[in-house]
């Protein structure tokens, strides 16, 4: 029996705050690198969000919908310039179904572990091979698990900080069924934001054997958005997978 999952959790509790959290992030690069994989075909985003992906990709004169579970980061995003020119489906995007065949399905920020066991995260391969046209790609981009950051299964670390703010995050691990609960802890002058998330986490080469039992074929594996070779000390991974023509 899988544990409880609801998609629209994570979103009701950040989805005010979400883009002010990922400000930092190489956003830029980002979109160059999906804006090459995608060839100029039609995108779909497992986990759309607020469009920080999808925004400055549809800019770009490339077609993008979405899939999102939680209302509340689709009202975010609709509430932007162009957002409301985005058709986002509401559902868990590891069934959840989109009309039509795309060039690319893109699964961005570790939101792959956001899915609660290894058969959702298995569907959801399924479900994305399922919308790959021919020779279409399917992007992952996550992080690389590391056991050796916690002692006694607990960790804490600083994640941010600038005048305004501090961002920490304090982690429980349980290797057994590689899951990890966290909660990031966000002070700023406003306050203090508690933003609990849960991951069940897994090693590329598992992720890489999800992708076969897809139909999907390994085509590269980067430590970042820029092409970076992945290497023993990579903390991150950006990987793609084609489905054959």
């Known amino acids: 029996m899988e544990p409880d999952f609801d998609p629209s959790d994570y979103g009701s509790r950040i989805a005010d705050i979400y883009d002010a959290t990922v400000k930092g992030l190489p956003t830029e690069a980002a979109v160059a690198c999906l804006a090459k994989l995608s ?62 065949e795309f060039a690319l399905v893109l699964l961005a920020l570790n ?15 399924a479900n994305a091979a399922a919308h790959l ?4 790609r399917f992007v992952v981009e996550a992080w690389t698990p590391d ?16 005048e305004d703010e501090v961002v920490l995050e304090a982690a429980q691990i349980f290797p057994a069924d590689q899951y990890m609960r966290t909660t990031k802890v966000r002070v700023t002058s406003r306050g203090v934001r508690l933003l609990p998330a849960n991951h069940r986490y897994a090693w590329p080469a598992e992720l890489d054997l999800m992708a076969r039992l897809a139909g999907l074929e390994l085509e590269h594996r980067w430590s970042d958005w820029h092409g970076t070779p992945f290497a023993d000390t990579s903390r991150e991974h950006v990987t793609v997978y084609r489905r054959p023509c």
């Open 39 to 100: 060839e100029g075909g039609p995108v779909l985003e497992f986990g759309v969000g607020t469009g920080r992906l999808a925004l400055p990709l549809v800019q770009r004169g490339i077609p993008v919908a979405g899939i999102e579970g939680s209302p509340d980061m689709a009202a975010q995003l609709r509430a932007k310039p162009g957002g409301r020119d985005i058709p986002v489906h509401m559902g868990d995007f590891s069934q959840t179904r989109v009309e039509g």
């Open 111 to 125: 939101t792959v572990f956001a899915l609660p066991s290894q058969e959702a995260q298995v569907r959801c391969f």
């Open 133 to 136: 046209r021919e020779g279409g």
């Open 147 to 162: 056991s050796a950051a916690f002692r006694d299964g607990k960790a804490v670390r600083l994640l941010s900080v600038a």
